[in-house]
């Protein structure tokens, strides 16, 4: 398995901005396909962003435009930077990583939005 640490996290007013890091260990992050995934309390886990191992990308309706999801294989990292924030994306993120039998998760970060 593939561990998975998020960072970034924290408390942004309505329209600001965060970056959201997962750092990965081992040597084949660059195979990983990565997510980022969001738990509002008392909802299910809802898919964000996707980045495929070629660096193709994919979002959820909610976030489009407004999200932007990368990776950067030489620090075995990806990102999903945060911008135009809303009360709703309040949330726990979660990073997964995906290749072949291997599906890993994070611990989370939490994500607050409000004044």
């Known amino acids: 398995q593939v561990q998975l640490v998020e960072s970034g996290g924290g408390l942004v007013q309505p329209g600001g901005s965060l970056r959201l890091s997962c750092a990965a260990s081992?040597?084949?992050?660059?195979?990983?396909?990565m997510a980022w995934y969001r738990q509002a309390p008392g909802k299910q886990r809802e898919l964000v962003a996707t980045?495929?191992?070629?660096?193709?990308?994919n979002y959820a309706d909610p976030v489009k435009g407004r999200f932007a999801i990368s990776r950067d294989n030489a620090k075995n990292t990806v990102y999903l930077q945060m911008n135009s924030l809303k009360p709703e994306d309040t949330a726990v993120y979660y990073c997964?990583?995906?290749?072949?039998?291997?599906?890993?998760w994070g611990q989370g970060t939490q994500v607050t939005v409000s004044s």
């Open positions: 980045i495929t191992s070629d660096g193709s990308t």
């Open positions: 997964n990583g995906q290749w072949l039998r291997i599906n890993s």
């Open positions: 081992g040597n084949i992050f660059r195979l990983l396909a």
